[in-house]
C-alpha cells in the first residue's frame, strides 16, 4: 500500500493563481483531512470529509474549497492565492469513528506552498 | 473548547539523557482521545499513541513512555537514553467532537545531540 500520497511536493505561485493540490489514499478510509502547518504553529484543520459527496469546514477554511467524488481522493483548491496562504499542506485519513473509538490518522508527505 | 498546550518550544539534551516532553490539554467532552505524533526532520507525520479518556494506565514501548493524567489533564511523554534518530518536532492531539477531529499542540522540538 502507497498509504496517502500528495501532489505535488512544491509549488510556487504568483498571488492571484489558482491550484489544486492533490491526495489520494489507498487503504478504503472513509475520513479524509486537509490541514496547514505554518512555520512554528501545530496543524490546521481546513477541510474534512467523512466521505464521498460529503465535506465540511475545519478550523481555517476560507480561500480554500474541496471535493469527495470518490473514496480514494479528496483534492484541495486554492483559488486565488494570497500570501498568507504559504505554508505546508498536509492531507491525512482514518478509519471511521465508530460510537466512541476514535482512529489515529495516516499522513500523507506535504505539499510545501509558497505564494509571491 | 478544546485546546491543547505543549509549553515547551524546543529542547536540546546529549544523547542517552532521558528527556520529557510536556502536553497539557484543555476539553469539556468526558469521553475523548489523545495523540502523539512525531515529525522527522523529512517532514512526514508519524503516529506513536493513542490513549482514550478512560485509560488512564501508563504505556511503555521501548524507550518510549506515556504518562496520562486526567486530574492535571496532562499526556507527557519521555524517551528514556534519548537517542540522535529522535529529533524530531512532537505533537500532541486531541480529538475533537466527531470525524475523528484532531486539534494540535504547537510541538516541541527535540533535538538530540551527540
Known amino acids: 500500500n502507497a498509504g496517502v500520497t500528495q501532489t505535488p511536493k512544491f509549488r510556487i505561485l504568483k498571488i492571484g493563481q489558482s491550484m489544486t493540490l492533490q491526495c489520494t489514499q489507498d487503504m478504503n478510509h472513509n475520513y479524509m483531512y486537509w490541514y496547514r502547518q505554518d512555520p512554528g504553529m501545530g496543524l490546521k484543520l481546513i477541510y474534512y470529509s467523512v466521505g464521498a459527496g460529503i465535506t465540511d469546514k475545519g478550523e481555517v477554511p476560507n480561500g480554500y474549497n474541496v471535493s469527495r467524488s470518490t473514496t480514494e481522493d479528496f483534492p484541495l483548491r486554492l483559488e486565488l492565492a494570497a500570501p498568507s496562504q504559504t505554508s505546508v499542506y498536509f492531507c491525512a485519513s482514518s478509519y471511521p469513528q465508530t460510537g466512541t473509538s476514535v482512529h489515529e490518522q495516516y499522513f500523507g508527505p506535504g505539499t510545501r506552498l509558497t505564494v509571491t | 473548547a478544546q485546546k491543547v498546550t505543549q509549553a515547551q518550544t524546543e529542547i536540546s539534551v546529549v544523547e542517552k539523557e532521558d528527556v520529557t516532553l510536556d502536553c497539557v490539554y484543555e476539553t469539556r467532552d468526558t469521553t475523548y482521545y489523545l495523540f502523539w505524533y512525531k515529525q522527522p526532520p523529512s517532514g512526514e507525520l508519524v503516529f506513536l499513541i493513542r490513549?482514550?479518556?478512560?485509560?488512564?494506565q501508563n504505556e511503555i514501548s521501548g524507550r518510549y513512555s506515556w504518562n496520562f493524567q486526567k486530574s492535571t489533564s496532562s499526556f507527557n511523554f519521555t524517551i528514556t537514553a534519548s537517542q540522535v534518530v529522535d529529533s524530531a518536532v512532537y505533537f500532541c492531539a486531541l480529538h475533537t467532537g466527531t470525524a475523528s477531529k484532531l486539534t494540535f499542540g504547537t510541538g516541541t522540538r527535540l533535538q538530540v545531540t551527540l
Open positions: 490513549r482514550n479518556s478512560f485509560d488512564e
